[in-house]
Structure formats: structure tokens, C-alpha cells
């Protein structure tokens, strides 16, 4: 088999059980490999580390498949690992029953660039790396197999893809589209998932159990929620017993889809709840222009720093909104603010946040730190696999 070799030192990570081998790191390749072919890792003296998924045009050479040099990357090593991602989660009782599922979380999950969602009985797969793209079919047939789900969704669309020299896939694999559509019911409220043009997979199961705290903590609270997308966060403040639902997002679609999952549980008062399509960096200050109020604000937007160098500008945009949201919350109230910038850590989130705070004037505290659910599992050696966090600060 084809061998990389590491630069001398350049073992020190693998040995860490870090999957990546940066361009860097690499002195030679012994051999040929294709894009996605499996290599021995050596390290310069020779000793054998493990084996890896080549990756001839990203700065992330190689990802380490297995740490054992001489297990034998095949069907049976992608069933194993399947089944060992499977069982993690039926080992969590609070994921049982779960309808939307993150079933494989790349990395973390010991499936470098492979994401596998659940969402009922559809299977909605992104492949994002070389190797994970080479191995597509054995890791799909093993996930419908353990799980005994027909329909089965490509969405190897992301911008990393590009990264690897792969172009977009997106299709079937197997079945078709439910007549009805996908639907799941998370914490008792029913949501439409759109697999094909949605973001994502379709759907941000990473914020569930955040979406179930936001529900218990909106009764009897005026909730506004910005980048509502589908949804999600204002229909558990409904479901919650909050008496009146502001939800804002720029996209037209992702507004009309809230619509619908609103009209699709008729248990809640439809009456309570306003979409409003807008900027919610305008917004927030034309709301408060208008005088308004909330008791809980929910921001979660989108990526504004994908890598650190994009964190300065990020900084400028979270404080921005964080700020605003802060001048709009009645005494007592509560602000739920999220970053899933992997170009932001945690501390530079809670100085952004703390700054917004102290320029808006208002005395804040922390009461909970959120991060994403437990179906999405952050590897100990593989910290850029934590990308979600949030903080619950209470003011006044
Ligand atoms: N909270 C949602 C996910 C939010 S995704 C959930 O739990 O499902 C981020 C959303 O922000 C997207 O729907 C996108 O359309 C919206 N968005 C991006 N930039 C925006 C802006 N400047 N103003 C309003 N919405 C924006």
C-alpha cells in the first residue's frame, strides 16, 4: 500500500489521535494514490501509525481513517464504525424516540467528512471530504441497513467540497421523496424538512435541546425571535405559553415554510405569532425606534466567521446584534445569543457579548452556557468539532 511520510515531529498530533495531516506535515508520499485512496501513515522514522484518506488537493492532506496501522479500511471497517455511531446515541436516553437525528457527525463520529441526519425515516447523507466521497455507497448501505430506512437523500453540496476537488452531487439514492414530505415532531411540534433545498441537510438538529429550553422558558414571555428560519425557536415559544411570537428572518421561503409548520399544529394559538420578513441588524433598531419591548430574545444566525480570519469582522457583526438586542429586552429579561462560527471561540464570544452588554448599558449575567445536542459528539482530541455556542444572560 501506498505510504505517506510525515515530517520529523509531525507524528506528534496523529499520535494525539488528531485525524488531520496538514500539507505541511507531509515530507513524501511512497507510492501512488488517487484522491480518496487509502495510505499507511508513517511517521519519518518509520514507524507506522495508521491508515488515511488521501487528499491530494486540500490543505488537509490526509484524515486519518484509523489509528490502527493495520486495520483494513473496507466495507466491514465503514459497518463497524456505523454501528458504533448508532449505538452511542441509543446508549442517551434523551435522544430516544428522536424523529430528527444526527446519526454520524463527521470527525467526531471517527467518519472524517461524513454526516449522516435522520429525519423519520428518510436518511439525508453530505459527504464533504475525498475519502468519504470514495467510500459513499458502503457507508449509505451500511446506515440503511441498521436502521431499515428506504429512502435515502445525497446532499453533497457544501462549499468544502470544493476544497477537495469535488464537485456538487445531489440526488436519491434510494426511494424518493415522501408524498407528504419529510416531516419530523420534535418535542411534540410537528416541522417540515426540505432535504433537497433547505440548509444544511434541511434542518438545524444541533439546537434542539436548546429549542426545548427555550420552550420552558417562554411562558408568559414576549418572545422575539431573529433568524427564525422555518421556525423552529418561535414554535416552541408558542408551544411554551408565550402570548405573543415575533419571528424575523430575510428569507422569503424559510418565512413561508414557518407559515406552514405553524399551520401544521393547529394546538397552537396561530393568533400569538407575527413572521416578518426583514434585516434583522435594521430591524432591531427600527423596532426599537417603535417603542417595542420583548422578555426573551432568541439570536441565532447564521456563520458569520467560518475560520479565524474572519473573526475581527464577525466581532463587529455579533456585537452589533447583541447590542441592539440587549436595548430591546423589558427588565428581567432574558437573551438566548448563539455563534456557530467556528472562527469565534467561546471566550471571544462572551467579550463580545459582555462588551454589547456594557454599551448597551444594561447589567447582565450568565445563567446557562448551550452548546449543540448531544447526537452532535465533539471528539476530545478534535476541538474544531466544537462549533455551536450559546449563552442564556438575564438582565437587570
Ligand atoms: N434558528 C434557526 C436556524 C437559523 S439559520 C433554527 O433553529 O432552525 C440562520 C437564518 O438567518 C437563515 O434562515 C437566514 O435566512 C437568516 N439570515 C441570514 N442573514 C440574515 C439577516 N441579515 N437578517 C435576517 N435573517 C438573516
Redesign the pocket.
Known sequence: MTQLVLKPGRERSVLRRHPWLFEGAVERLDGRAKSGDTVTVLAADGRALGRAAWSPESSIRARMWSFDPNEIIDDVFFKRRVAAALARRAALPELAGQQGLRLIHAESDGLPGVICDRYAETLVFAFSSAGADKWRNAISLAVQKATGCTRVYERSDADLRTLEGLGPRCGWLHGDLPEEGVVIEEHGVCMEVDVVAG?KTG??LD?REN?LLTRTLSKGRRVL?????????SLQALAGGAPRVLS????GP?LEAARRNLARNPQLDATRAEWRE????E?LRALRAAGERFDLI?L???KFAPSPAHAERASRAYKDINLNAFKLLAPGGLLMTYSCSGGVGIELFQKIVAGAALDAGVDARIVRRLTASADHPVLLDFPEGEYLKGLVCAVG
Open positions: 440548509h434542518f438545524y439546537q429549542r425571535n431573529c433568524f427564525c428560519y422555518t421556525g423552529a425557536f424575523l428572518d430575510s428569507s424559510a426583514a434585516d434583522v441588524f430591524e432568541v441565532d444566525p447564521p
